[in-house]
């Protein structure tokens, strides 16, 4: 099987969007975005998730039957070049991220200019499948990312930005018995221009959290009543460990 390429060029995004569109989403599957959010939890995950595992569920649970062999090669090879991209962004900081590692996902073409007024009612949700997708990639892992989140307070609140993307709603952290207040437009394309540095904190724990440590032994040295190393001919403790 030839290697699947390093990062989609923009042929490759709009045919994995295509099939995804007509073979994925009917079946309850994943669109792009949602499939950009998903493989980024795998590749930050605490552990592992092999494709075997996560590729049905991209399709909605079971994968369709390809019209060729040829047809199935191909897919895979853009799943696994998606897989690739994702796992090559988290790499990178928001600051020094290449264009064509950015996340998959829609975006006004001028954010600086473009207010909530000039925008569709179905526009506004920017970054809710995405961070739908993520978590449904964190599900795979729940346990372990419990663990995580359970010991570090800045990973809780990377959570907490992620779930007010998929919920529209932000959670009072002072008086959580009071309503929820939604989240706007601009709020949400700060939390979106955000998950690069995000996310590379999230890899850089996992590369640490994966890393062994073996515990540094000081050398046994010679016994109090040894031959001074130091060729004296006397002990040790008459000679340097005296000292």
């Given at each position: 099987?030839?290697?699947?390429?390093?990062?989609?060029?923009?042929?490759?995004?709009?045919?994995?969007?295509?099939?995804?569109?007509?073979?994925?989403?009917?079946?309850?599957?994943?669109?792009?975005?949602?499939?950009?959010?998903?493989?980024?939890?795998?590749?930050?995950?605490?552990?592992?998730?092999?494709?075997?595992?996560?590729?049905?569920?991209?399709?909605?649970?079971?994968?369709?039957?390809?019209?060729?062999?040829?047809?199935?090669?191909?897919?895979?090879?853009?799943?696994?070049?998606?897989?690739?991209?994702?796992?090559?962004?988290?790499?990178?900081?928001?600051?020094?991220?290449?264009?064509?590692?950015?996340?998959?996902?829609?975006?006004?073409?001028?954010?600086?200019?473009?207010g909530e007024e000039a925008l569709h009612e179905d526009e506004l949700d920017v970054g809710h499948d995405w961070a739908l997708g993520f978590?449904?990639?964190?599900?795979?892992?729940?346990?372990?990312?419990?663990?995580?989140?359970?010991?570090?307070?800045?990973?809780?609140?990377?959570?907490?930005?992620?779930?007010?993307?998929?919920?529209?709603?932000?959670?009072?952290?002072?008086?959580?018995?009071?309503?929820?207040?939604?989240?706007?437009?601009?709020?949400?394309?700060?939390?979106?221009?955000?998950?690069?540095?995000?996310?590379?904190?999230?890899?850089?724990?996992?590369?640490?959290?994966?890393?062994?440590?073996?515990?540094?032994?000081?050398?046994?040295?010679?016994?109090?009543?040894?031959?001074?190393?130091?060729?004296?001919?006397?002990?040790?403790?008459?000679?340097?460990g005296a000292h």
């Amino acid at each position: 099987m030839s290697t699947p390429p390093p990062y989609l060029d923009d042929a490759q995004i709009e045919r994995l969007a295509e099939l995804l569109e007509q073979r994925a989403v009917p079946f309850k599957g994943f669109n792009l975005e949602a499939l950009d959010g998903f493989l980024s939890a795998l590749v930050v995950s605490p552990s592992l998730v092999m494709p075997s595992e996560w590729q049905p569920l991209v399709w909605g649970g079971k994968p369709p039957r390809w019209d060729s062999p040829e047809e199935a090669l191909e897919v895979l090879q853009l799943l696994m070049g998606h897989w690739n991209m994702c796992a090559a962004r988290v790499r990178h900081g928001e600051d020094d991220l290449p264009d064509h590692l950015a996340p998959l996902m829609w975006l006004p073409e001028d954010p600086e200019l473009t207010g909530e007024e000039a925008l569709h009612e179905d526009e506004l949700d920017v970054g809710h499948d995405w961070a739908l997708g993520f978590f449904d990639g964190v599900a795979l892992r729940e346990a372990e990312w419990d663990r995580w989140l359970d010991e570090n307070d800045w990973m809780e609140e990377i959570f907490d930005h992620l779930d007010r993307l998929a919920s529209g709603e932000a959670i009072n952290g002072d008086d959580p018995t009071a309503a929820p207040t939604p989240v706007g437009y601009r709020e949400r394309l700060a939390v979106v221009l955000s998950l690069p540095g995000m996310l590379a904190d999230l890899h850089h724990h996992r590369i640490d959290a994966l890393t062994p440590r073996t515990p540094i032994r000081r050398e046994d040295g010679p016994g109090r009543n040894d031959p001074c190393p130091c060729g004296s001919g006397r002990k040790h403790k008459k000679c340097c460990g005296a000292h």
